[in-house]
DNA sequence: CTTCTATTTGGCTATATGGCAAAATAAGAA
DNA sequence: TTCTTATTTTGCCATATAGCCAAATAGAAG
């Protein structure tokens, strides 16, 4: 492709994979809800603290979420709440697969 | 996270994780435009066949393209043109971003 | 059948990622 | 100051991914 679009396209593979893990779905969809700290997310999440953490900068460093501390935690919010619109067409995608996966055993079976 | 959810969030993050990568992300584009075969987006991304028929595949199992053979070249087409509403956001995302950046530099100048 | 063309698959290497556990850091409370 | 709590960083291992080359496959064309 031609040179000039590369990082154009870099940067955005950039942001899609930093949403391309399920625990950092979850979190996307939580902070859209309301702000969460650390250890609220881990906890819901259920594995380890560092784990999260990590999750947490990566979308951070994507820019997809911010932190404030307050008190002595850090909270953390959705940056883009357009994100969200991503899942509706993800699951489209997901339902359109479903369909043709029925489609196919319905035909194996006649 | 409860349990029940696990599964819908690793099924949602297959479908995004297939789009996290510059060169499907082009293709994706492309195939909005128009159905192109392997030799075509080969040609234009400019990277070894069986790496952008890989793509493809990943792609094509992700459900997010499908592929029909006319005379002896292989047609991809985009299932579900929604994701191109994916771009739009992470633009957006990215020209947060690039303000917040601008906005640090101004602040360091001064 | 043989040849040619388009695409896919397998083998390989280098690199990136996710996870936990342990150590390090930050900042409030005593 | 020291103690405590919340979070991040580091080290390590296992696994996944991207890329190229070479080999295999599928069909069209001769």
Redesign the pocket.
Known sequence: MKSRLRPQYEARARII?AM?????LFIIEELQKQER??????EMI?????????????L?NAGLVS?E?R??????TLRCPCVMDFIGCVEEVLSANAKEHADILKCCKK
């Open positions: 994979k391309a893990h399920p625990s950092r700290c650390v250890g609220e997310l881990t259920g594995s380890d603290t560092s784990t999260v953490s990590k999750h947490l900068s990566v951070r932190d501390k008190a002595n935690s850090i909270y953390y």
